[in-house]
């Protein structure tokens, strides 16, 4: 049975591509456009791992992957982003307890992949 991956950006391109990409490789994969879908859809999909940008409106992806590892607490979390400021963003959260992967935007292919490999 393929595993289960959340693909969670509010950039609908973004999120959609890299569904593509992990369907096309024998992923289950569905994509969500902000923070709060993503959490309410994994109540009735128990998704393996999410992979979220970092800093969206609403909910931002850090508070979701809390939220998500509190419901859930077997499913990986995989962040992203591509603003510089993500990194402090990311210490703050760590102070608390809280650390996740960060992989750098635009995330190529092969690294998506071999991520979701090693993670799901």
């Known amino acids: 049975m393929a ?3 959340f693909i969670v950006d509010e ?11 992990l369907r096309n490789s ?9 923070a709060q879908s993503a959490l309410e859809q994994a109540e009735s999909f128990s ?28 499913c990986k979390v995989l ?3 591509g603003q510089a400021a993500t990194a402090d963003f990311l210490a703050a959260f ?3 307890g ?3 992967e960060l992989l ?9 992949l071999a991520r979701a490999a090693d993670v799901a």
């Open 26 to 34: 024998g992923y289950e994969a569905l994509a969500f456009y902000d």
């Open 98 to 100: 809280y650390d996740f």
């Open 94 to 96: 760590r102070r608390w």
């Open 47 to 74: 998704p393996e791992l999410v992979i979220s940008d970092v800093l969206m409106p609403g909910m931002n992806g850090v508070v979701m992957a809390i939220l998500i590892r509190e419901r859930h607490p077997t």
């Open 3 to 5: 595993k289960l991956i």
């Open 11 to 21: 950039e609908k391109c973004i999120a959609d591509s890299l569904v593509t990409i």
């Open 104 to 112: 750098a935007k635009p995330v190529h292919p092969n690294e998506l």
């Open 79 to 81: 962040l992203f982003s």
